[in-house]
């Protein structure tokens, strides 16, 4: 067994309620060559002295702060300040198994050539860990880039607690993006990244981590993650690497319940942004005339706005 340093880097905001846990099933881990870079991003509770109390009694955490710019920038903070041949991520209300990384690195020696290896793993709410569902993922196979930018860009199938990642792709792929509107699934843009970039995926079938589920979390029906979905298709497709008749199919469904609710709520430049990048895709005379609508009769355009779009998704 090699004894390569992973770098674990858990983003956290507010989480005081969680942290503790989370930082426990790191100094479990039966894999000991890690270090866990806890990055404080603006904190208003005490999540900033529990993580400092943890850092005094193991020299393997550091700790980091920064003023609130949500996951993407905490996350790309950690990976700056870190020095893991693999890096790691484990946000700060989520747990690992005691044996996941000694897991993945056993499996790193198998499949030499992989530079992503993530596990398969459950779901829970709150605390109530008796009660738990399988994430939806796809396991047990090497998955080379072009098969895994398909996959993924359907859905995504890699929960960023379920992966560690070779610094070298990294490098090759650059860091996550800090933009905004994808916040929230810049990790699944990262995956979409990587897999353009040519990495090698293996989905191991042991399931290794809780994904908590809980009032703080990003309501996957919330206006800012349907944003962000559809933002991270829009960017990432690639006439490469899909047909745009099939990347319309799945960004329609998606974007035009989502602009009639930002219409709904004023947020008319959203709106048109998604817009412009469909148009950029796949030049519409129905995405112009919305964009019409919406520019001359703003919150009034709702109606025919949802008419033109039920039409456009058939």
Known sequence: MPNELISIIMPAHNAAKFIGDSINSVLKQSYSNWELLIINDGSTDNTLSIAKEYAETDSRIRVITQANQKQGVARNNGIKNSKGIWIGFLDADDLWYPEKLEK???????????????????????????????YISITDRLIEGREMYKLEYSYNYIPILAVIVKRSLIHKTGLQDEQPAIQGCEDWDYWIRMAKAGAHFYGMPDKLFYYRKHGNNMSDNSIAMLLARVTVLIKNFDPEFIDKNDALVIIKSLAFPLINRLIKNERFEDANFILKGMQHIAPSVSYKLIRGLINTFKANAYIPVAVIGKIARM
Do not use: K
């Open 104 to 134: 993945q690195i056993a499996t790193s020696l198998m499949f030499p050539e992989v530079d992503v290896i993530y596990t398969d793993g459950w779901i829970f709410r709150d605390n109530d860990l008796e009660n738990t569902s399988p």
